[in-house]
C-alpha cells in the first residue's frame, strides 16, 4: 500500500539531507533556521517513502514532553499525513510500517542504547548538551548497514563534543556539515515583523547574545571561565532527588538597572527563582516572605553588602532565620581564596556535576562567562563584578544568588586550648 502522496518543501539550504553519501549529518544552527522543524519534516518524508525505525533522542528527557513528538504530531496534522498513527509514547506509519521511538540518553545510556539496534535513522536533536560518553556508545549501536544518525544544536563552545567529534578531531569524510540562521526564514518571509525587530534589537544592543542565540556562534568561552557552558546546561538539563533542606540565596538590587533575585533549593535542586526590579527595601522583605511561604525556618543567605546590609536587618527584625554573607569579605579558606565571592564561585564549579538547575538564559550567560585569574600570592580570585560588565555584561545578579543559593561557608573551627575543657 502506497502512502498518500502529499507535497512537503524544505528550504533548499537542508537538500544535501537527500545526498547518500553521508553517515552523519551535524547541522547547527540558532533561532529560527529552521533546523529542526525541517529535520522534523525530513524524517516523516523518510518514513512515508519506506519502512524504517527511528529513534528521537535527546541527552536530557525527563518525560515524553521533552521530546520531538509534539513536533512530529503537530507537522503530521498540519501536511494531512493520514497514514500516520501514534500511541502516547511511539508514532506508526500505517502505510509502509514505519516506527518512531523517543528516548533519553542520561538516565541509564547503556540500557538505553542497547534497545535502539537495528534502527535505520537516529535524530539527536539538542546535541549540544550530548556527552562525549553518549557519542562514543551511540555511534557504533546504529550500524544496521545504510543507518544514519543526524545531530541538530546550537552549539555553546567551540570544544563541545559534538563538534570535536566529527568536525575537528580530526574532520571526517562521512559528515554532512550545515550552518545555519534566521536568515534562512527571513528569505522565506517567514519571520513576524516581531520577531525581525527582536533580532535588529539583539544585534544593536547584545551582540553577542545575537551572534549565539541568532548566527549559531558559540559562546565565547577561554581557560579563564571558572565553569564551562556545557556543564551549566548539562546541570539545567539535569534531574536529581529534592532530598535535603530548603535554603535560599537573595542578591539585592544595588542600582537601577540591576536585579533582585531570590533563588530557593531543596537539597541539591533548583526549586525557584524570582527576579525584581527598582523594588525598595521594604517591598523586597515583603515580597521574600511570600517567596518562604513565611516559614520562618527556612535558611536565607543574603549577600550583605551595601543595601543588602538593610535587607538582613530588616528580615531579621521580623524573625526570619538569615545569614548574612559579605562576599567581599576574606575567605575561611585564605590559602587559597582573597575573598569570599571567589571561594563561593568555585565552591559552586566543584558541585556544578552534582546540581540540578531551572533553564534560564541569563543564569547560563553569567555562569559561564565569569572569569578568573591568579593573584599576587597564587590564589584564585574571580574577576571583579565592575571588570565583568566593562566586559559588555549586565550585573550578575542571577549568578550571585544561586552561588548563594547553595553556598554556606564552615563553620569556623573551635580553638582548643591545652588543659581547657
Given at each position: 500500500?502506497?502512502?498518500?502522496?502529499?507535497?512537503?518543501?524544505?528550504?533548499?539550504?537542508?537538500?544535501?539531507?537527500?545526498?547518500?553519501?553521508?553517515?552523519?549529518?551535524?547541522?547547527?544552527?540558532?533561532?529560527?533556521?529552521?533546523?529542526?522543524?525541517?529535520?522534523?519534516?525530513?524524517?516523516?518524508?523518510?518514513?512515508?517513502?519506506?519502512?524504517?525505525?527511528?529513534?528521537?533522542?535527546?541527552?536530557?528527557?525527563?518525560?515524553?514532553?521533552?521530546?520531538?513528538?509534539?513536533?512530529?504530531?503537530?507537522?503530521?496534522?498540519?501536511?494531512?499525513?493520514?497514514?500516520?498513527?501514534?500511541?502516547?509514547?511511539?508514532?506508526?506509519?500505517?502505510?509502509?510500517?514505519?516506527?518512531?521511538?523517543?528516548?533519553?540518553?542520561?538516565?541509564?545510556?547503556?540500557?538505553?542504547?542497547k534497545s535502539l539496534e537495528g534502527v535505520d535513522l537516529a535524530w539527536v536533536d539538542e546535541a549540544q548538551t550530548i556527552t562525549s560518553k553518549s557519542i562514543r556508545i551511540l555511534t557504533p549501536t546504529i550500524r544496521k548497514p545504510g543507518s544514519r544518525i543526524i545531530w541538530t544544536l546550537n552549539r555553546i563552545t567551540d570544544i563541545d563534543p559534538v563538534i570535536s567529534y566529527f568536525i575537528t578531531d580530526p574532520p571526517r569524510r562521512d559528515v554532512l556539515h550545515l550552518e545555519l540562521d534566521y536568515r534562512i526564514a527571513l528569505k522565506n518571509g517567514w519571520l513576524s515583523d516581531e520577531i525581525k525587530y527582536e533580532i535588529e534589537m539583539a544585534r544593536l544592543n547584545h551582540p553577542e547574545d545575537y551572534?549565539?542565540?541568532?548566527?549559531?556562534?558559540?559562546?565565547?568561552?577561554?581557560?579563564?571561565?571558572?565553569?564551562?557552558?556545557?556543564?551549566?546546561?548539562?546541570?539545567?538539563?539535569?534531574?536529581?532527588?529534592?532530598?535535603?533542606?530548603?535554603?535560599?540565596?537573595?542578591?539585592?538590587?544595588?542600582?537601577?538597572?540591576?536585579?533582585?533575585?531570590?533563588?530557593?533549593?531543596?537539597?541539591?535542586?533548583?526549586?525557584?527563582?524570582?527576579?525584581?526590579?527598582?523594588?525598595?527595601?521594604?517591598?523586597?522583605?515583603?515580597?521574600?516572605?511570600?517567596?518562604?511561604?513565611?516559614?520562618?525556618?527556612?535558611?536565607?543567605?543574603?549577600?550583605?553588602?551595601?543595601?543588602?546590609?538593610?535587607?538582613?536587618?530588616?528580615?531579621?527584625?521580623?524573625?526570619?532565620?538569615?545569614?548574612?554573607?559579605?562576599?567581599?569579605?576574606?575567605?575561611?579558606?585564605?590559602?587559597?581564596?582573597?575573598?569570599?565571592?571567589?571561594?563561593?564561585?568555585?565552591?559552586?564549579?566543584?558541585?556544578?556535576?552534582?546540581?540540578?538547575?531551572?533553564?534560564?538564559?541569563?543564569?547560563?550567560?553569567?555562569?559561564?562567562?565569569?572569569?578568573?585569574?591568579?593573584?599576587?600570592?597564587?590564589?584564585?580570585?574571580?574577576?571583579?563584578?565592575?571588570?565583568?560588565?566593562?566586559?559588555?555584561?549586565?550585573?550578575?545578579?542571577?549568578?550571585?544568588?544561586?552561588?548563594?543559593?547553595?553556598?554556606?561557608?564552615?563553620?569556623?573551627?573551635?580553638?582548643?586550648?591545652?588543659?581547657?575543657?
Amino acid at each position: 500500500m502506497e502512502a498518500p502522496k502529499t507535497t512537503v518543501q524544505l528550504p533548499i539550504e537542508y537538500a544535501p539531507l537527500f545526498n547518500s553519501w553521508w553517515r552523519h549529518a551535524v547541522i547547527e544552527g540558532g533561532r529560527y533556521s529552521l533546523k529542526s522543524h525541517t529535520v522534523a519534516r525530513y524524517c516523516l518524508l523518510e518514513a512515508r517513502r519506506h519502512k524504517m525505525r527511528t529513534a528521537c533522542l535527546r541527552q536530557f528527557q525527563k518525560n515524553i514532553s521533552d521530546s520531538s513528538y509534539q513536533l512530529l504530531l503537530d507537522l503530521i496534522d498540519k501536511y494531512g499525513f493520514s497514514d500516520f498513527t501514534w500511541t502516547k509514547d511511539s508514532i506508526y506509519n500505517t502505510a509502509t510500517g514505519s516506527e518512531f521511538l523517543f528516548k533519553g540518553l542520561d538516565r541509564n545510556v547503556e540500557t538505553t542504547i542497547k534497545s535502539l539496534e537495528g534502527v535505520d535513522l537516529a535524530w539527536v536533536d539538542e546535541a549540544q548538551t550530548i556527552t562525549s560518553k553518549s557519542i562514543r556508545i551511540l555511534t557504533p549501536t546504529i550500524r544496521k548497514p545504510g543507518s544514519r544518525i543526524i545531530w541538530t544544536l546550537n552549539r555553546i563552545t567551540d570544544i563541545d563534543p559534538v563538534i570535536s567529534y566529527f568536525i575537528t578531531d580530526p574532520p571526517r569524510r562521512d559528515v554532512l556539515h550545515l550552518e545555519l540562521d534566521y536568515r534562512i526564514a527571513l528569505k522565506n518571509g517567514w519571520l513576524s515583523d516581531e520577531i525581525k525587530y527582536e533580532i535588529e534589537m539583539a544585534r544593536l544592543n547584545h551582540p553577542e547574545d545575537y551572534a549565539h542565540d541568532y548566527l549559531g556562534k558559540a559562546i565565547n568561552q577561554t581557560e579563564r571561565n571558572i565553569i564551562s557552558a556545557v556543564r551549566v546546561m548539562a546541570a539545567m538539563g539535569r534531574k536529581v532527588d529534592d532530598e535535603g533542606a530548603i535554603e535560599v540565596g537573595v542578591d539585592v538590587a544595588r542600582l537601577g538597572n540591576d536585579r533582585t533575585v531570590f533563588v530557593k533549593r531543596k537539597g541539591m535542586r533548583e526549586a525557584r527563582r524570582a527576579s525584581y526590579t527598582k523594588k525598595r527595601t521594604n517591598e523586597v522583605c515583603d515580597l521574600l516572605e511570600k517567596f518562604v511561604d513565611f516559614d520562618k525556618s527556612v535558611l536565607i543567605k543574603i549577600d550583605d553588602t551595601g543595601v543588602g546590609g538593610g535587607v538582613t536587618d530588616q528580615m531579621k527584625e521580623r524573625g526570619y532565620n538569615v545569614m548574612p554573607i559579605n562576599f567581599g569579605a576574606a575567605a575561611r579558606d585564605k590559602n587559597r581564596y582573597p575573598n569570599m565571592i571567589s571561594e563561593a564561585w568555585f565552591y559552586l564549579q566543584s558541585i556544578i556535576d552534582e546540581i540540578e538547575l531551572n533553564e534560564n538564559k541569563d543564569l547560563l550567560t553569567e555562569l559561564s562567562n565569569r572569569e578568573w585569574k591568579m593573584d599576587k600570592q597564587g590564589r584564585r580570585q574571580v574577576e571583579s563584578k565592575d571588570d565583568y560588565k566593562k566586559r559588555g555584561y549586565r550585573s550578575p545578579d542571577e549568578a550571585d544568588a544561586t552561588i548563594l543559593c547553595f553556598y554556606t561557608p564552615p563553620k569556623p573551627k573551635k580553638v582548643q586550648y591545652a588543659g581547657i575543657r
